[in-house]
């Protein structure tokens, strides 16, 4: 798991520990020392702490003036034992909502594993972007399975052409516009 780095091709673009207004603003990570682990695996330095055991985050990029922000996971999503969704939605969605961010988009290739719990901190984060979206991308089809056990994609969009992207492809502005046009088909008018 060391060797998983996060993106790194918008790097120039964004960086959340060089954002004042995000919550990982002054956050400094070694490039060589490796002081996380899941389960007594290293991951590699870049990924940034939620205060959670098992599950860490990259933001790899946030636009205030399009209210989105992109986010990169790694590790095991478990709200049963760790509580995970609280650690992510206190330390560092309720702070980007505050700053006027209304769409998430969630990439989820390296979670490995989900183990749900109670849905109430989806239900307020889903109240919180009342005008915006929840979106995942990239996430195992089991751990989709797993998350729609617990009734999740009542609050986060995901599945059909959303699991269909190849996000790296693209410009952050340009995969926040195709998120957004497959979102509102979902919605309709």
Do not use: C
């Not at 990924?47 to 209210?67: A, C, G, Q």
């Not at 309720?94 to 989820?108: A, R």
């Not at 056990?149 to 926040?176: A, C, M, Q, V």
């Amino acid at each position: 798991m060391h060797t998983i780095e996060p993106f790194y091709n918008w790097l120039e673009l964004y960086s959340a520990s060089e954002d004042p207004r995000s919550p990982l603003y002054g956050t400094e990570n070694s490039l060589s020392h490796y002081t996380h682990d899941i389960y007594g695996y290293y991951i590699h330095p870049q990924w940034d702490d939620i205060d959670s055991e098992t599950l860490f985050l990259k933001i790899l990029y946030t636009n205030y003036e399009l209210s989105f922000t992109i986010i990169e996971f790694i590790g095991e999503w478990n709200d049963a034992l760790n509580n995970d969704i609280m650690s992510l939605k206190r330390n560092i969605i309720d702070p980007m909502v505050q700053e006027g961010i209304k769409h998430f988009i969630l990439i989820g290739e390296n979670v490995f594993n989900f183990h749900g719990s109670d849905d109430s901190y989806y239900e307020e984060w889903f109240e919180d972007v009342e005008e915006g979206w929840v979106a995942a991308i990239g996430f195992r089809d089991f751990v989709l399975s797993e998350m729609k056990n617990y009734n999740l994609d009542y609050y986060i969009n995901y599945g059909g052409s959303l699991e269909e992207i190849h996000w790296r492809t693209f410009t952050p502005k340009r995969l926040f516009g195709l998120v957004n046009s497959m979102i509102q088909k979902r919605l309709g008018p």
